[in-house]
């Protein structure tokens, strides 16, 4: 969803976007959007064509626990405080030092923002690093790829170091002398 800026107040407009799974794009692999996600706020236009958007990104999204794959709904709820400037000034400089404030910059290009980049991007900030469906979630068996939390399997689980393996093999040799 592009925001056209042109036609934007002169000082402050309020937000209030709902953005589709659709329009997000997002790769299924990822997360998926249960509904659609909501940026609710205010754009307030600053000098040099600038813009500070202020307000929550929230919605529920599907995300693939990291041990067992499965499914599990995750509850977005994100203040943003972000600035927004033309690429054009980026681009006119050589060299570009990144200061602290800078962490909290976005760009854009002609006269739009684009905010269905903008929520994805901070769908992706807010979800965990190391995803799981709950603290004690046992995974998959290596072996058959069964899922621990649902049923036990068979295999054998005992490890062998493989780099041991040749000397294992002399041992092994020596004895049957």
């Not at 200061?99 to 905010?115: N, S, V």
């Not at 049923?151 to 040799?173: E, F, Q, Y």
Request: hydrophobic share 45%; aromatic share 6%; glycine share 6%.
């Amino acid at each position: 969803m592009l925001l056209d800026l042109i036609t934007l107040a002169d000082d402050l407009t309020p937000l209030r976007v709902v953005l589709s799974p659709e329009a997000l794009a997002v790769p299924a692999d990822d997360f998926a959007v249960v509904e659609a996600l909501q940026l609710t706020g205010s754009l307030l236009r600053a000098p040099r064509g600038e813009f500070r958007l202020t307000g929550r990104v929230a919605g529920d999204v599907l995300v693939p626990c990291s041990r067992c794959a499965e499914p599990y709904l995750v509850a977005l709820d994100v203040a943003v405080d972000v600035v927004f400037r033309p690429v054009a000034e980026l681009e006119a400089a050589e060299e570009h030092e990144i200061a602290e404030e800078d962490l909290a910059t976005e760009f854009y290009r002609g006269d739009a923002l684009d905010l269905a980049a903008f929520v994805r991007e901070q769908g992706y900030l807010a979800l965990p690093m190391k995803p799981l469906c709950r603290p004690d979630c046992r995974g998959l068996c290596p072996q058959c790829g069964t899922n621990l939390n649902e049923s036990a399997c068979t295999c054998d689980t005992t490890w062998v170091d493989p780099r041991l393996a040749a000397l294992k093999a002399i041992v092994s040799g020596r004895r049957a002398d």
